[in-house]
């Protein structure tokens, strides 16, 4: 009686082929900004030091860690495509949920170092040399409106991707940042504007990050979208036809875009189980688009055998 889960994915090579194409401009505009960010790191890291400006270098930080972003967002998505395999029988998307993870993770992590840097420079000011700030954020601010640009599309569907493209929105804000803090440094001479821009970029960032990775935590852990939803999907099992009652019940995120179903389902007398399993599935799938549903079907409630303990 039960549901072993076999899965005959019907028109999925034609699916995958028309896919391979997207897939492919995907990766080599990821490439194409990786190699560009690596550059502009360097170049930054050493203007930043000539300078004296802590604000060129937290914007060579933040570039260096948009590298490593769209490094791992590249080798993510190219890992995540691999066909599931009896070590991972669900595939490899997860991959790229933990790949935007780490992203997070590290975006924070620096966005606090710098923080505390720039209250140092706040409490001992250094100077800065105005002219080559503003000349290395222009490049800056160029090379990381194109990133945005080449990760926009993909951004949109994707959440490994869409954390390398956050990564990239904000560095090209914070450069604008620095090339006002080194145009008022040249005007006025405002040393202190430098590390008040760092401050300002660091604590944007982290506003913006903050909501993503509880997010990204919660597929990792096996979450689901949100508790209504679990509701409502129990809801509309309990409300098809010859279903007594249901328990066992879990639903679970195995990517950004799909979920898995599990539930023990009571039937009632006079009920056929695989007819009755067969509407409860196209059910699920038509009104939640959810197309891993394991269910249990039992001709009454075993809950004295043992079975309802979870």
């Not at 080559?132 to 194109?146: C, E, K, M, P, R």
């Amino acid at each position: 009686m039960s549901d072993h889960g076999h899965h005959h994915h019907s028109g999925s090579c034609s699916h995958n082929h028309s896919h391979s194409h997207s897939h492919n401009s995907g990766d080599v505009k990821l490439s194409y900004a990786l190699g560009v960010n690596v550059l502009l790191s360097v170049v930054q890291v050493l203007a930043g030091i000539f300078s004296g400006s802590l604000a060129l270098v937290a914007d060579a930080l933040h570039n260096l860690s948009d590298a490593f972003s769209l490094l791992l967002a590249l080798i993510a998505r190219k890992i995540a495509r691999r066909a599931p395999d009896s070590r991972r029988t669900y595939g490899y998307k997860k991959v790229e949920t933990l790949s935007a993870y780490t992203n997070y993770v590290i975006l924070l992590t620096v966005s606090v170092w710098l923080i505390f840097e720039a209250c140092m420079r706040l409490i001992s000011p250094e100077p800065v040399v105005g002219w080559t700030v503003v000349w290395v954020s222009i490049i800056a601010v160029i090379v990381n409106l194109g990133t945005v640009a080449l990760t926009y599309h993909d951004a949109q569907h994707s959440q490994n991707v869409r954390a390398a493209y956050l990564h990239n929105l904000g560095d090209a804000l914070s450069s604008v940042g620095v090339l006002i803090a080194g145009i008022l440094i040249i005007a006025f001479g405002w040393w202190w504007v430098d590390p008040l821009i760092t401050l300002a970029i660091s604590v944007y960032i982290i506003r913006h990050v903050w909501g993503h990775v509880f997010e990204v935590a919660n597929i990792l852990i096996d979450g689901n979208q949100d508790s209504a939803q679990s509701t409502a999907i129990q809801d509309h099992i309990l409300a098809v036809d010859g279903v007594l009652s249901i328990h066992h019940f879990h639903l679970r995120a195995l990517d950004e875009h799909n979920s898995a179903v599990e539930a023990h389902v009571v039937m009632a007398q006079g009920q056929v189980a695989d007819e009755l399993r067969a509407r409860l599935k196209s059910g699920l799938a038509k009104s939640f688009g959810i197309h891993h549903a394991f269910l249990e079907v039992e001709a009454q409630d075993c809950g004295e055998r043992g079975c309802q303990s979870e």
